[in-house]
């Protein structure tokens, strides 16, 4: 079953940093030409893009992150990351990756004020 695995979420004080990881899925061929990228899913709101990053490695980001997030891949290793400083209250979410059409099962990021 195709799946992709994310891990790194966990609850931080305002402030502070998290690493979110994601491995990929399929060959090595068909995860480096996917656009990766990173939802997140506050509670009763909807579902929002927070980052991408193409094949060719060009970067976008919600504005609400911008400066504070990075995305990055490892095309080697089948993997995306999101490095997240200055996290913020407005950042608890469920956290999911997402490579071509296929979504992970979601990591709990909460930020305590």
């Known amino acids: 079953q195709v799946q992709l695995v994310e891990s790194g979420g966990g609850l931080v004080q305002a402030g502070g940093s998290l690493r979110l990881s994601c491995a990929g899925s399929?060959?090595?061929?068909?995860?480096?030409?996917?656009?990766l990228a990173w939802h997140r899913q506050a509670p009763g709101k909807q579902r929002e893009l927070v980052a991408a990053?193409?094949?060719?490695?060009?970067?976008n980001y919600a504005d609400a992150v911008k400066g504070r997030f990075t995305i990055s891949r490892d095309n080697a290793k089948k993997m995306v990351y999101l490095q997240m400083n200055d996290l913020k209250p407005e950042d608890t979410a469920v956290y999911y990756c997402?490579?071509?059409?296929?979504w992970g099962q979601g990591t709990q990021v909460t930020v305590s004020s």
């Open positions: 997402k490579q071509g059409v296929l």
């Open positions: 990053i193409s094949s060719g490695g060009s970067t």
């Open positions: 399929g060959s090595s061929f068909i995860f480096n030409i996917n656009t």
